[in-house]
């Protein structure tokens, strides 16, 4: 298939199949089976995946416009994408052994089997060096114990990408969900992302053979959460212009319809000024992202920090335009009849994950410091 014809497919799908249904997958805080399976049969779970692994092969930039239209339409099912796609296989491909990447990749890529990225717990967010979940090395195999909270599509996944240490030393590992000793509860109640089967998942003496090791031993925090975190940064990225976008045209359409005073409210200067600044600054973003993954392609030694500053610039767009939406909608717009709501709950939700807004602040400030701080 042209790679064109795949985003093509993806925008219809997205548009015909995805939108009128975003409202009942968060409402069921549940993405239907027959979605996962319908992502897979397009190819769009393994499409940042190279053909020889089973994927499309999408580069970075067309990766971007594929997220972008699944993101505009149901940000739950963007976040499969961000989780299965870019974390969990992106990370394989980059780092897995060939045995590894034989015996998983091209299952994640044709949605076979479903990923999902257990790194946070009770203790352990941000500061991904704290996690407290162990493993001890015993002959063939390594022994893992510890319990992982608010681990997207934990609920249905197959594989578990796990981060675990010993003694501080700390390392991945690829857990499959029916070894012995794996167990989830789903939670619920969440702001955004509702539909995402999140769940906690406790690891209890699970014995996982030593080749599901990745990149050896000690690699967990400096190359498998790094990339990790890059990849899921750059789809959040996407995400925050997607829904900044689907905002932008709520209010728009709402703006030229809705008449107070005799006249429509997108004659009045104040929501005039909402809807200018929105036009700019998703432009803005969404040309961020496309530098970032002009950058990623070329495999750029800035590509982490322009990710990091697409990342923080889209999901601080994406919070105001969505904010604003449900200004210009008013007490629609506080109603779940209406996207906006929906919208707003689900912005704020990329200003926490993947590293929060004030992390990656840090990490820009730093990079700025580096750069542009005069010598001597």
């Not at 990370?91 to 299952?107: D, I, N, V, W």
């Not at 060096?129 to 090395?137: D, F, G, N, P, S």
């Not at 594989?159 to 991945?172: E, H, M, P, Q, R």
Request: proline share 2%.
């Amino acid at each position: 298939m042209d790679r064109s014809d795949v985003i093509a497919r993806a925008m219809l799908f997205a548009e015909t199949e995805l939108a009128p249904r975003a409202a009942e997958f968060d409402r069921d805080e549940a993405l239907p089976r027959d979605v996962i399976q319908r992502m897979a049969a397009e190819g769009l779970l393994g499409a940042s995946i190279p053909t020889k692994w089973g994927g499309l092969g999408l580069d970075p930039l067309e990766y971007g416009e594929v997220t972008e239209a699944i993101g505009k339409a149901c940000a739950s099912t963007r976040a499969l994408l961000t989780v299965h796609t870019s974390i969990v296989a992106g990370t394989l491909l980059e780092l897995a052994s060939r045995r590894l990447k034989e015996k998983y990749l091209t299952a994640l890529a044709r949605g076979e089997m479903i990923g999902c990225f257990a790194l946070s717990e009770e203790g352990a967010g941000s500061d991904a060096a704290a996690v407290a979940t162990t493993y001890i090395r015993k002959g063939d195999s390594f022994v893992l114990n510890g319990r992982k909270k608010w681990i997207s599509f934990a609920g249905v996944a197959d594989l578990i990408l796990v981060l675990a240490t010993d003694n501080g030393v700390t390392s991945a590992f690829m857990v499959e969900r029916d070894m012995p000793g794996v167990r989830t509860w789903p939670m619920s109640g969440f702001l955004g992302n509702r539909a995402t089967h999140i769940a906690e998942i406790e690891l209890d003496d699970v014995e996982v053979p030593a080749e599901n090791l990745i990149a050896g031993i000690g690699a967990g925090f400096g190359f498998v959460v790094n990339t990790a975190l890059l990849h899921g940064r750059y789809s959040i990225a996407w995400a925050g212009v997607a829904l900044a976008q689907a905002a932008l045209e709520e209010m728009c359409t709402y703006a030229t319809r809705r008449e107070q005073f005799g006249v429509k409210i997108g004659t009045q200067q104040l929501v005039q000024k909402m809807v200018a600044d929105a036009v700019t600054s998703v432009a803005a973003a969404r040309e961020l992202c496309r530098s970032a993954g002009r950058s990623l392609a070329q495999r750029s030694a800035d590509a982490a920090t322009e990710t990091i500053i697409a990342k923080y610039f889209s999901s601080t767009v994406a919070q105001r335009a969505t904010s604003d939406a449900v200004q210009v909608l008013g007490g629609n717009g506080c109603w779940s009849g209406y996207p906006a709501e929906r919208l707003f709950r689900e912005a704020k939700i990329l200003e926490i994950i993947e590293g929060t807004s004030q992390l990656q602040q840090i990490m820009i400030a730093d990079a700025g410091y580096k750069k542009y701080a005069r010598k001597a």
